[in-house]
């Protein structure tokens, strides 16, 4: 079984007190704690929240020895548990038109985002595959189109064995709009265990109340059908009104 969790654990902001990264960073790792995913993918943070929150996890490894970090820039990143998955290769692709210059933008976005990767092997089953973690723009939906399909076009020469994927991450849009259209195109052999396991449709960003009238799905994980889904949940833990994350992590389980 591999087991995959996805989460955008909010950036350090003293002004979301009590919900800054000092009050609620002990409840976002006990959750994962609690589920220990083989993988991992975060989105936001800057390198020392991402740092922390690595000395919280004491099963995981911060994936980032291909990472020349900047300061002032917000991560997707990816934690592996290494008694379970043995990492072979990994780096990062900036979604803009030079997607090898860090810290790069294009297509109106209002930050440089990026995706992260990895090559990597099931050690129980010895069985390969390619993860896939990112974050879009929050703003403009074309200019969310433009940066998958950078993603997409890139992962496919790095891939050149066509493993099997896994995509995870903050895709800023409910699966049914534009994003979704695109990755249907270029890797129809991606699904959505959310729909296939006929999971009703939740909102997965908050405002710290655990609530977003207009909200919606917009944090996915993704799989190639060869990944066989036995669940699929967004946890809504709270303590009081402390909450992991404006946004609610999400936790998966596959045959692999």
Same mark, same amino acid.
């Given at each position: 079984?591999l087991?995959?969790a ?6 350090d902001?003293?002004g979301?007190?009590?919900n800054d990264w000092?009050g609620?960073?002990e409840?976002?790792s ?22 922390n929150l ?14 020349d ?5 917000m991560?997707?990143c ?7 998955v043995d990492v072979?290769?990994?780096g990062?692709?900036w ?8 810290g790069?933008k294009?297509f109106?976005?209002a930050?440089?985002?990026l ?5 990597a ?8 595959f ?14 969310r189109?433009?940066?998958?399909q &950078?993603?997409?076009?890139e992962? %496919?020469k790095?891939?050149? /064995?066509?493993? +099997?994927?896994i995509?995870t !991450?903050?895709?800023n =849009?409910?699966?049914k709009?534009? &994003?979704?259209e695109?990755i249907? %195109?270029?890797w129809?052999n /991606?699904?959505? +265990?959310?729909e296939?396991? !006929?999971?009703?449709? =939740?909102?997965s ?12 799905r ?14 699929i949940?967004?946890r809504?833990?709270h303590e009081?009104e ?12 596959f045959?692999y």
């Amino acid at each position: 079984m591999l087991k995959v969790a996805s989460a955008n654990i909010r950036f350090d902001n003293p002004g979301d007190s009590p919900n800054d990264w000092s009050g609620r960073r002990e409840l976002l790792s006990r959750l994962i704690n609690d589920f220990t995913p083989d993988i991992l993918g975060t989105q936001e943070g800057r390198e020392p929240q991402l740092k922390n929150l690595e000395s919280l996890l004491p099963n995981h490894k911060l994936i980032d020895l291909n990472r020349d970090w900047i300061e002032e820039r917000m991560y997707p990143c990816i934690f592996v548990n290494s008694e379970k998955v043995d990492v072979i290769d990994s780096g990062d692709i900036w979604l803009s038109q030079t997607p090898f210059e860090a810290g790069s933008k294009s297509f109106e976005s209002a930050f440089p985002r990026l995706c992260t990767w990895i090559q990597a092997r099931v050690i129980e089953t010895g069985k390969d595959f390619f993860y896939v973690n990112t974050h879009l723009d929050h703003v403009l939906g074309k200019t969310r189109k433009e940066q998958i399909q &950078v993603l997409i076009t890139e992962i %496919k020469k790095l891939n050149s /064995l066509s493993l +099997p994927i896994i995509l995870t !991450g903050d895709f800023n =849009e409910s699966p049914k709009e534009s &994003v979704r259209e695109v990755i249907s %195109k270029e890797w129809s052999n /991606l699904f959505d +265990p959310w729909e296939f396991l !006929g999971k009703a449709e =939740e909102t997965s960003f908050h405002k710290f109340d655990g609530t977003h009238d207009n909200g919606c799905r917009i944090d996915w994980i993704l799989a190639d059908k060869i990944f066989q889904a036995r669940s699929i949940e967004i946890r809504k833990d709270h303590e009081g009104e402390i909450y992991p994350s404006d946004h609610f992590p999400v936790f998966a389980e596959f045959n692999y």
